[in-house]
């Protein structure tokens, strides 16, 4: 042999040898061969890293016992190498199986190897790539959940809009009315068509009070329930509302936590859910109403859950993602408006809790509202309000005028004596000038101050002047958070006299 043959053998093995070291020395991949049979022929450290055998445990046996018992059973190992010498080259990310037990979600990559044409055998390389796995799930579930939000944002300020101008207008026609039913007397076929445009807008109110809850918008006023009692207070009414075919039971734990909410809109929902469970039940089931303390899980949030439950037709899959948008319904015309969910949904999430569903076709559904714990405060005790007839003057602040006139309609119906601004500048004029006995304003206006600003305003030069505000929806009112009553419109005569009777003075 030449200097020359045994300078290059020498170099051939150094680099071989270098080779061997980088192979066995990567510890982030599993780097091995395989023999054409699958047996597993060579081993690094990355290897055993990942998978947890030592060389001389591993080498020698077959390459499936990396694999789950059902890929074993499913014939997959002897499928990946068929793959690999067919196609060149095979590839695949699925789970796989350590030396412990444990699984891991593996990248995979498997390559023939040829020598003078023929299979000598497998490079195998595999990756632990469970947690990467697992951060990509992650990002996709709160994608999932942003899409899902911006969508019930972008349908609440669309609902929110139509609902709000709606709202003023069925002000508008429900406050006339009172004027309309003293003008015309007895005429039997005009007190006729009065009830029916009475009805007819009461109708409008609630539609228009249930697309205001959905987009979060209803000026609220929250208070300090007790969830037993009231679903005990209401089950007589949906009692009759169930009919015979289907009962109604009560399932409450004892001791529930009290929540702050806003009864009517409670009292809403529950109806809704209840509605729905019976209309799930065409030929008669059970309804159970239950109320149960949730302990923290993730968040340490404590939370009520009042869930429904029926034994109906269950929601189909395809359904179930869209039964709280508005205006979904799978009812016939003149059944169903799709606004019953829609309302449950922007009830829970205004007083910050959620909703869940649980259904199964041909079995039932479970709706389950969960509403945050509220530490009980010295029950504030309820002033039963009576119809009196008030006196004295009301500064009336309301910027549209068609609003304002059946406002001070109604107000001197109930014996006031009625100024009206309509700005908040100049209520403040208005009240330096002459004497107030009450202040009586709108919260959404156009100006530097609105409604709630000029309440604080005043609270704080007149502390001893009641306020009551009135909103048909609006942000800031959420902001009042009980600093003040707020009255929602559109209301009639008689809880505008309920309103103003309640106020501290
Ligand atoms: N308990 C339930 N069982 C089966 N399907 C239900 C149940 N609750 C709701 N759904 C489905 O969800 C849809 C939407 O319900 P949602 O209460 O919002 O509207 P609706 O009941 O159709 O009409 P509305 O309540 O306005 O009168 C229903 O049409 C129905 O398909
Ligand atoms: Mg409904």
């Known amino acids: 042999m030449s200097k020359k043959d045994q300078q290059q053998q020498r170099d051939l093995f150094e680099s071989q040898r270098n080779f061997r070291l980088l192979v066995e020395g990567v510890s982030d991949y599993a780097l091995y061969m395989l023999d054409p049979a699958g047996i597993i022929t060579s081993w690094n450290i990355g ?19 990396f694999y789950t018992e059902v890929d074993r059973a499913n014939g997959k190992p002897l499928r990946a190498l068929r793959i690999a010498r067919e196609q060149g080259r095979y590839e695949e990310d699925g789970w796989r199986v350590r030396k412990d037990g444990t699984f891991f979600w593996a990248s995979v990559v498997i390559d023939p190897i040829y020598e003078d044409g023929e299979l000598v055998g497998f490079a195998k390389i595999t990756r632990d790539i469970t947690e990467r796995r697992e ?4 990002l996709e579930r709160m994608h999932q959940q942003l899409a899902e939000s911006q969508k019930f944002d972008a349908l609440g300020q669309l609902t929110g809009g139509v609902a709000h101008d709606f709202n003023n207008l069925l002000m508008i026609v429900s406050g006339s009315l009172h004027t309309l039913k003293k003008a015309v007397g007895h005429d039997p076929r005009c007190l006729r068509a009065l009830s029916a445009i009475e009805g007819a807008t009461k109708r409008g109110a609630s539609l228009t009070s249930q697309l ?3 987009a979060r918008r209803q000026s609220v006023n929250p208070q300090v329930v007790d969830v037993a009692e009231r679903i005990d207070a209401m089950r007589e009414v949906l009692d ?3 009919g015979n075919v289907v009962s109604l039971q009560l399932d409450m734990d ?12 409670f009292e809403t929902a529950l109806v809704n859910l209840v509605i729905n469970a019976r209309d799930a039940m065409p030929g008669g089931g059970v ?10 899980g993730e968040a340490d949030t404590e939370y009520v859950a009042i869930s429904v439950e029926d034994t109906g037709t269950g929601i189909a899959p395809d359904v179930l993602g869209k039964i709280f948008d508005p205006f979904f319904t799978t009812k016939p015309i003149g059944k169903g408006t799709g606004l019953g969910l829609s309302q449950v949904h922007g009830f829970a999430h205004q007083a910050g809790g959620t909703v869940k569903v649980a259904s199964e076709l041909g079995k039932g559904t479970k709706i389950t509202i969960l509403l945050p714990r509220k530490e009980a405060a010295d029950a504030a005790e309820d002033v039963d309000a009576v119809e009196t007839g008030g006196s004295g003057t009301v500064l009336l602040v309301e910027d549209n005028p068609d609003v304002a006139a059946v406002s001070t309609g109604l107000l001197e119906q109930l014996g006031y004596t009625v100024r009206r ?3 908040a500048e100049a209520a403040l004029r208005e009240i330096e000038l002459d004497r107030i006995d009450l202040v009586f304003s709108d919260i959404v206006m156009p100006g530097k101050m609105d409604g709630l ?7 704080a030069v007149r502390p001893g002047l009641p306020i009551l505000l009135t909103s048909g929806y609006s942000d800031s009112a959420r902001n009042v958070r009980g600093d003040f009553p707020i009255l929602r419109k559109p209301y009639e005569i008689h809880e505008l006299s309920q309103a103003i009777a309640k106020l501290p003075r």
């Open 47 to 65: 290897g055993q890293r990942i998978k947890g055998y030592a060389p001389a445990e591993i080498i020698g046996q077959h390459f499936s016992c």
């Open 135 to 138: 951060a990509q799930l992650k």
């Open 212 to 214: 205001l809850t959905f």
């Open 240 to 242: 009759s509302g169930v």
């Open 254 to 265: 004892p001791g529930v936590w009290p929540v702050m909410v806003d009864v009517t809109e």
């Open 287 to 296: 309804i159970t109403i239950s109320a149960r303390n949730e302990a923290p």
């Open 421 to 423: 601004v309509a700005s």
């Open 453 to 459: 600003g000029l309440a604080r305003h005043l609270k």
